[in-house]
């Protein structure tokens, strides 16, 4: 397969082209865009009393790393897309899978297909089955903020 080697100074003039101290200002500066295009300021995360217990006791404290940072995945915003439901509020299961390693599901409501998995080494600290809710609000001051809790305490 030929593949075409793409000219990306084409659309700029060259009177507008940089000069070449300060190219390294404008790709800095185009990458702050794109990256913030791509990945907007994430909001908040606040995780409930009872949480932050379970996930220092079971040692899973990677477990909340691991729910905020499939906010940001390409996986997580197409799903999204197709279930507005995913936007406001989110079902999470930590599970051990018949292999012996722990597995984490998304749902839109907790009887439906998980739109997000992650499977984690088989050594990883787990004390069992653990559901988390997130939902999405703002906190006192009006910032975004997803509340992580469990389920019984809502």
């Known amino acids: 397969m030929k593949t075409k080697k793409l000219d990306t100074t084409?659309?700029?003039?060259?009177?507008?082209?940089?000069?070449?101290?300060?190219?390294?200002?404008?790709?800095?500066?185009?990458?702050?865009?794109?990256?913030?295009?791509?990945?907007?300021?994430?909001?908040?995360?606040?995780?409930?009393?009872?949480?932050?217990?379970?996930?220092?006791?079971?040692?899973?404290?990677?477990?909340?790393?691991?729910?905020?940072?499939?906010?940001?995945?390409?996986?997580?915003h197409r799903a999204n897309l197709f279930d507005a439901r995913l936007a406001s509020m989110q079902f999470w299961k930590l599970e051990i899978d018949s292999s012996g390693k722990p597995r984490l599901f998304c749902r839109a409501d907790s009887d439906e297909e998980a739109v997000y998995q992650q499977s984690f080494p088989s050594d990883s600290t787990i004390c069992g089955s653990i559901d988390i809710w997130a939902q999405f609000s703002r906190d006192s001051q009006g910032t975004p903020a997803w509340a992580l809790y469990l389920p019984s305490e809502h």
């Open 10 to 76: 084409a659309a700029v003039k060259s009177s507008d082209r940089p000069e070449a101290s300060s190219s390294t200002t404008i790709t800095k500066a185009f990458a702050e865009r794109l990256s913030a295009a791509i990945r907007p300021e994430a909001p908040r995360v606040l995780i409930s009393t009872g949480l932050a217990e379970i996930t220092k006791t079971c040692r899973t404290t990677w477990l909340i790393e691991a729910i905020v940072s499939a906010q940001q995945s390409v996986v997580m």
